[in-house]
């Protein structure tokens, strides 16, 4: 894996497009308003059935402040009372949807995503987590992978105390950038000492990773500032770092709006931050894991990807995609043997549905045979750059040259290109292609001539 990643201009130039990230496949633009709470309880009924470990995740929309550049599901208010009705339906909609699992199937990993989770007081945590615990079999020995997003201006030594105490032993950090003319332009002040310090609690309460995530591509970002931001977050030593290219969506999203977009950095700069971050990163001993992710050598991710067995579902990433994940909360993304299902995103809506006593399952879809082999193929190319023929036939029952053989010339014209290797049993996407994965995995997707390019990110 030392030569894990070759930088070709040339190459990303003619292959950067906008594409989907791959957290599912088929992915939410094919969700529809035909799938319900029927399919729901099916899907959980097959689960209980099986006895599937879980994966949890748990969405909280509140954030005191508003970051332009942010394109989650989240309520920008100071009131902190808005969170307790909120609460109340939360804690119902566990309660439904335990009920249909069986208390023998483990929590192997648990997300609080937002939002701001640490929006929540004390106490509102202590009670979501008892609620959770009550309902769900979560593990209490500290083998789970239970993390937490914490934004460094709303958690202080106590928070990071209480989080350890209610079992959390990851966290990910918001930090974006640490140029004060860039956090001025997107409206998010945060100071390195403010990121240092959460970072400093973490590790003596012995929290087990550390994840940052920063953003490149955002107003008045430079390849020289973004490049010093880059080395003080080296000098943190985060066990992993997630690098996103900002998608300026102002249509979309609205808080982008506020963006002044003549303030923009160039497609060039833009290419130009991330080639200096990734020889940053490889240079301090970072593996490229892929897409924006990188991890040093011992981590989990990195140790899986070497062992073939890294899977990817909505957390990103993951070593835990054998779970069935379960999404909690406004919006949040259910992902149950072959069933893809979506909470309602409209706050409201969410909570009204659950006060009549009715989930609020509001679109998703059902995998049919050929999604379930692309959705194979599209997770071997993205996790491990290696696609063995013979797995994926001996899994489905197909000949994998007839069954795509309309796709053949696309992927010669990639091997002439240097993206991939193709050969008669396997793909392997080469050192200069792995940045660009995502446009391979494009090419067995069938639902992407149909769709709006606009809607997803470029590649890089």
Same mark, same amino acid.
């Given at each position: ?14 292959? =950067? ?24 309880? /099916? ?15 748990? %969405? ?14 989240? &309520? ?30 483990? &929590?192997?990993?648990? %997300? !609080? ?9 004390? =106490? ?6 008892? %609620? ?40 990910? *950090? ?20 403010? $990121? ?13 990773? +550390?994840? *940052? ?52 950095? #160039?497609?060039? @700069?833009?290419?130009?931050? !991330? ?6 990163? $490889? ?31 909505? @957390? ?5 995609? /054998?779970?069935?994940? +379960? ?28 006060? #009549?006593?009715?989930?609020? $399952? #509001? ?14 193929? +599209? @997770?071997?190319? *993205?996790?491990? !750059?290696?696609?063995?023929?013979? $797995? ?8 994998? @040259? ?17 993206? +991939? ?15 660009? &994965? ?18 997803? #990110?470029?590649?890089?």
């Amino acid at each position: 894996m030392l030569d894990a990643i070759r930088w070709d201009t040339d190459l990303i130039r003619r292959y =950067d497009l906008a594409g989907p990230r791959y957290t599912s496949y088929p992915t939410a633009v094919q969700f529809h308003g035909q799938v319900g709470t029927f399919d729901l309880f /099916h899907a959980l009924r097959d689960s209980r059935k099986a006895l599937r470990p879980l994966s949890l995740y748990v %969405h909280v929309p509140f954030c005191a402040n508003i970051c332009y550049y942010c394109a989650c599901n989240k &309520v920008i208010t100071k009131d902190r009372g808005r969170a307790q009705p909120y609460l109340q339906r939360l804690e119902q909609e566990i309660q439904l949807v335990a009920c249909h699992l069986d208390p023998a199937q483990t &929590v192997e990993q648990l %997300h !609080f995503g937002g939002g701001t989770p640490t929006f929540l007081s004390h =106490d509102e945590l202590r009670q979501l987590m008892a %609620h959770l615990r009550k309902h769900f079999n979560l593990l209490e020995d500290d083998s789970g992978d239970y993390g937490i997003e914490i934004d460094p201006r709303e958690a202080d030594w106590s928070t990071m105390g209480l989080l350890r105490e209610l079992g959390f032993n990851r966290v990910s *950090i918001g930090l974006q950038d640490l140029d004060p003319a860039v956090q001025r332009a997107v409206n998010r002040l945060q100071s390195l000492e403010e $990121t240092r310090a959460v970072i400093d609690a973490a590790r003596t309460l012995q929290f087990r990773s +550390i994840n *940052i995530d920063l953003i490149y591509g955002l107003p008045k970002q430079t390849p020289d500032n973004f490049a010093r931001t880059v080395d003080e977050v080296i000098s943190l030593q985060p066990d992993r770092l997630s690098v996103f290219n900002y998608a300026h969506l102002p249509e979309r999203f609205m808080p982008q709006r506020r963006i002044n977009s003549s303030e923009l950095p #160039s497609p060039a @700069q833009k290419l130009e931050m !991330f080639q200096r971050t990734i020889e940053q990163l $490889t240079t301090a001993g970072y593996r490229y894991i892929g897409m924006d992710h990188f991890a040093l050598p011992d981590d989990e991710l990195a140790i899986a990807q070497e062992e073939a067995t890294l899977q990817r579902n909505f @957390q990103g990433y993951t070593t835990h995609g /054998h779970c069935d994940l +379960i999404g909690l909360g406004v919006s949040a993304i259910s992902q149950i043997g072959d069933l893809y299902c979506q909470n309602s995103s409209d706050l409201n809506a969410y909570q009204n549905t659950l006060a #009549s006593a009715q989930l609020a $399952t #509001s679109r998703g879809l059902v995998c049919n045979a050929d999604d379930r082999l692309r959705r194979a193929v +599209i @997770q071997q190319l *993205i996790c491990n !750059f290696r696609l063995e023929f013979a $797995t994926i036939e001996q899994q489905f029952n197909v000949d994998f @040259q007839g069954y795509f053989g309309a796709l053949w010339p696309q992927l010669q014209s990639m091997a002439e290109d240097g993206l +991939i290797r193709l050969e008669r049993e396997c793909i392997e996407v080469l050192p200069a292609g792995r940045l660009l &994965v995502r446009s391979v995995c494009m090419v067995f997707d069938a639902y992407l001539e149909q769709q709006n390019r606009q809607r997803f #990110s470029r590649v890089i």
